[in-house]
T-cell receptor
Framework: GAVVSQHPSWVICKSGTSVKIECRSL??????MFWYRQFPKQSLMLMAT?????????EQGVEKDKFLINHASLTLSTLTVTSAHPEDSSFYIC????????????FGSGTRLTVV | TQLLEQSPQFLSIQEGENLTVYCNSS?????LQWYRQEPGEGPVLLVT?????EVKKLKRLTFQFGDARKDSSLHITAAQPGDTGLYLC????????????FGTGTQLKVEL
């Protein structure tokens, strides 16, 4: 149980275009999902918290107009990288929390974005 | 300044060796988690420690939570190539949405 599916697993796009990444909770409802960014050989950095039915909350230094987050249902959150540039190339991972007392977090398999 | 500092940052060892990874902070936490991540995948939860001084074992992996609940260690006995990966400690920040925040990470490579 508690499976999160993330698509696509990799994407290459041209500079200036937008890319949408989807994150779905398959067997549970996720009122909150989290989006992380990871550069090679580095840890995961939290970008934003996606809240179902309300606006996402962004971490300091993350441009909300560049990284658009939509959480329209209890099983789907999307991250859109708008007007992508080569420096946006990274590994993006979503996560959802489940359970109350155990505080488990399950992760998607990540999306490798390359902007050329 | 990172909330959770891990050391070492990189570690390359031979199969059969033992190693310890540290996760340190100046803050006190109610619990701490350890994850392992392989290239191109999301992190996978290894363990959650919740009590100061607690020791948990997972086969050849031993996790300890510091008495003051500010730090933790991961010890691997007789490392194997399959242990290769990025090891991450993490804590849940309850103020503002139960955000899972990761440490700086330790990249482990175990060679034959």
């Amino acid at each position: 149980g508690a499976v999160v599916s993330q698509h696509p697993s990799w994407v290459i796009c041209k500079s200036g275009t937008s890319v949408k990444i989807e994150c779905r909770s398959l067997d549970f409802q996720a009122t909150t999902m989290f989006w992380y960014r990871q550069f090679p050989k580095q840890s995961l950095m939290l970008m934003a918290t996606s809240n179902e039915g309300s606006k996402a909350t962004y971490e300091q230094g993350v441009e909300k107009d560049k990284f658009l987050i939509n959480h329209a249902s209890l099983t789907l959150s999307t991250l859109t990288v708008t007007s992508a540039h080569p420096e946006d190339s990274s590994f993006y991972i979503c996560s959802a929390g489940w359970g109350q007392s155990t505080r488990g977090y399950t992760f998607g398999s990540g999306t490798r974005l390359t902007v050329v | 300044t990172q909330l959770l500092e891990q050391s070492p940052q990189f570690l390359s060892i031979q199969e059969g060796e033992n190693l310890t990874v540290y996760c340190n902070s100046s803050s006190v936490f109610s619990s701490l988690q350890w994850y392992r991540q392989e290239p191109g995948e999301g992190p996978v939860l290894l363990v959650t420690v919740v009590t100061g001084g607690e020791v948990k074992k997972l086969k050849r992996l031993t996790f300890q939570f510091g008495d003051a609940r500010k730090d933790s260690s991961l010890h691997i006995t007789a490392a194997q190539p399959g242990d290769t990966g990025l090891y991450l400690c993490a804590v849940i920040l309850t103020g503002g949405g139960n955000k899972l925040t990761f440490g700086t990470g330790t990249q482990l490579k175990v060679e034959l």
